[in-house]
């Protein structure tokens, strides 16, 4: 019974923390670490610049930013649009940079 115990709650741990790895996973599938990084400007911004600027009450305006492109805020650098992204995963995306990128 108790090493039962045990397994659910590391099971438990492991599907906690699954969503940040599958969002950096899913980040890096979409081609969006090619010009991002988590804690340091490439062509873009970090997403930990990112999620100081922002609050979550911006989470549709950044959904609508990674969807329709943007320019003007972070530098002279345009973001493509990136329109072939699901819905699902574009929310995704922005909830783990608002939460750091962790």
């Known amino acids: 019974m108790k090493s039962l ?5 590391v099971a438990a741990g492991l599907l906690a923390s699954a969503p940040a790895f599958a969002s950096k996973d899913l980040a890096q599938s979409k081609g969006c670490l090619a010009c991002h990084a988590v804690d340091k400007k490439l062509v873009g911004p970090s997403y930990q610049d990112v999620a100081k600027k922002y609050t979550a009450a911006d989470e549709a305006k950044l959904i609508e930013k990674v969807k329709k492109g943007g320019s003007g805020v972070w530098g002279a650098i345009p973001m493509p649009p990136q329109p072939a992204l699901k819905d699902e995963d574009v929310k995704t995306l922005v909830k783990w940079i608002m939460a750091g990128a962790k």
Do not use: K
């Open 5 to 9: 115990l045990v397994s659910t709650l």
